[in-house]
């Protein structure tokens, strides 16, 4: 399996590169909008059956058993005991009497949809994750573990107010974003670990396919449902979880978690599922 993954990534890179041409632009220039409409054409051409907002359920949308599994789970959600947590904590008042309300636009409701965004004061990419624990350290609280279920609830419940909601991920008019946002791209695209793989290795070529017990999820759409409860894990699981896990499943050294590397690829990643509904809190296999 792992040899004809690394072999047929070949073809899927050289049609994605092809998709993305623009005869106007020069070869080296990012182009973020040609690049969203390309990816995006990709996988809709590649799983015909299936309408944009789909992907947003990762692989439960690859074939009709898969999708009566998430069906099922959605019964009984296993992420629920998460949803309420991160519910409570984020009403909570920090011991200074603010909340995390008071750190966000529209008091923190209905903006996942949002993140990550480009800091122009900054010059960096600004997760919910990050927000998160910067908004704790600004009211004298100790930073939340990126992989941890507190972080996990609390973006959780952040989600779940935005769902149905179309990422709306902006790239402003400043190098400093385009060069983020490309950087992410080449990160996505680019070969580590002892494996040799690339994060479109397996989330580009072959969605829908299992490594081990595992089912991969489309690229588009990837990060709608986060954070998830993962039944390997037996517990939910944030981005960072994510970047951090997949690393090492290639057998890569993974970043430290919220890594500017990290913050890019989210950055990227988001951007090119712009349109697509939040579906998070999910569950995956």
């Not at 899927?12 to 623009?22: D, F």
């Not at 965004?117 to 990126?146: H, M, Q, W």
């Not at 793989?197 to 396919?209: D, I, K, L, N, R």
């Amino acid at each position: 399996m792992i040899m004809r993954l690394a072999i047929s990534f070949v073809s899927a890179a050289l049609v994605l590169a092809a998709l993305a041409a623009q005869p106007a632009i020069a070869a080296d220039t990012p182009n973020p909008v040609a690049d969203a409409k390309a990816f995006q054409k990709f996988f809709t051409n590649k799983f015909p059956q299936l309408k944009p907002e789909d992907f947003a359920n990762g692989p439960y949308s690859m074939n009709e058993d898969l999708h009566r599994q998430w069906e099922e789970k959605e019964q009984f959600p296993p992420y629920e005991f998460a949803l309420e947590t991160g519910k409570q904590m984020f009403a909570t008042p920090f011991k200074n009497g603010k909340t995390y309300g008071d750190c966000f636009p529209n008091q923190g409701i209905g903006i996942r949809q949002d993140y990550p965004y480009f800091d122009e004061r900054e010059g960096k990419v600004i997760t919910l994750e990050l927000a998160l624990n910067r908004c704790r350290e600004a009211n004298g609280e100790l930073p939340f573990s990126y992989v941890k279920d507190e972080m996990a609830s609390l973006t959780a419940y952040m989600a779940f107010t935005s769902r149905g909601k179309p990422f709306d991920i902006k790239i402003p008019d400043d190098p400093r974003a385009l060069e983020a946002y490309q950087k992410g791209k080449e990160y996505f695209y680019t070969r580590r670990g002892q494996l040799n793989f690339s994060c479109a290795t397996c989330h580009v070529q072959e969605p829908g396919e299992r490594i081990r017990a595992e089912i991969l999820a489309p690229a588009l759409g990837i990060l709608n449902a986060m954070p998830i409860y993962r039944s390997e894990w037996s517990g939910m699981g944030t981005i960072s979880r994510r970047f951090t896990t997949c690393n090492s499943q290639i057998r890569g050294v993974p970043l430290s978690p919220q890594d500017e590397e990290y913050r890019d690829l989210e950055y990227y990643l988001s951007y090119v599922s712009n349109g697509l509904p939040i579906s998070g809190p999910g569950a995956r296999p």
